[in-house]
T-cell receptor, first 114, second 115 residues
Framework: AQKVTQAQTEISVVEKEDVTLDCVYE???????LFWYKQPPSGELVFLIR??????QNEISGRYSWNFQKSTSSFNFTITASQVVDSAVYFC???????????FGKGTRLHILP | KAGVTQTPRYLIKTRGQQVTLSCSPI?????VSWYQQTPGQGLQFLFE???????NKGNFPGRFSGRQFSNSRSEMNVSTLELGDSALYLC??????????????FGPGTRLTVL
């Protein structure tokens, strides 16, 4: 069975601090895809990144970076120099080659305090 | 390209009524998925349609149904509303042609309140 675990339910940090959101996944498939989404208070889920299982390169996009490690089945997300606008719920998701369903974690609510 | 649109954005109904929500996917996308989001249960998958056929279904009672039209627009219907159906209903679209690797893009959601 596929599963995504986001153990951190809620995190609060002071603005400008770095913060890492953890995501651990389970799948038996060798081909799979991982995603991160951001859900601001408005409610819409905003796509952030997609990574396939054959590409373990870390990715950096501005203040955002992602660390994909197959050895630990983790796909962690780091925000550097956090800003108040980063306050949102962040979801990690998984889909595999066999099943078209996308499995979401329960999300991590991030509070950036001014 | 325009994003995923959902109508209405807000809806208030009473128990026992039925409701229909609408979703227009991104142009060219043939797959539409529906999710229910509540504070207690998180994001739960309802169903996915591709080219007018239901491709996947979540664990929801038969009161929840959907359909997709030839232009890929989708509707979901909830009959005999219960208080527990109060939630944010999110629609997402993807091209549907690349299999599981497709990225889903979400609409702004419809917030349904059942009184």
């Amino acid at each position: 069975a596929q599963k995504v675990t986001q153990a951190q339910t809620e995190i609060s940090v002071v603005e400008k601090e770095d913060v890492t959101l953890d995501c651990v996944y389970e799948t038996r498939d060798t081909t799979y895809y991982l995603f991160w989404y951001k859900q601001p208070p408005s409610g819409e889920l905003v796509f952030l990144i997609r990574r396939n299982s054959f590409d373990e390169q870390n990715e950096i996009s501005g203040r955002y970076s992602w660390n994909f490690q197959k050895s630990t089945s983790s796909f962690n997300f780091t925000i550097t120099a956090s800003q108040v606008v980063d306050s949102a719920v962040y979801f990690c998701a998984l889909s595999s080659g066999r099943d078209d369903k996308i499995i979401f974690g329960k999300g991590t609510r991030l509070h950036i305090l001014p | 390209k325009a994003g995923v649109t959902q109508t209405p954005r807000y809806l208030i109904k009473t128990r026992g009524q039925q409701v229909t929500l609408s979703c227009s996917p991104i142009s060219g996308h043939r797959s539409v998925s529906w999710y229910q989001q509540t504070p207690g249960q998180g994001l739960q998958f309802l169903f996915e349609y591709f080219s007018e056929t239901q491709r996947n279904k979540g664990n929801f009672p038969g009161r929840f149904s959907g359909r997709q039209f030839s232009n890929s627009r989708s509707e979901m219907n909830v009959s005999t509303l219960e208080l527990g159906d109060s939630a944010l209903y999110l629609c997402a679209s993807r091209s549907g042609l690349a299999g599981a690797g497709d990225t889903q893009y979400f609409g702004p959601g419809t917030r349904l309140t059942v009184l």
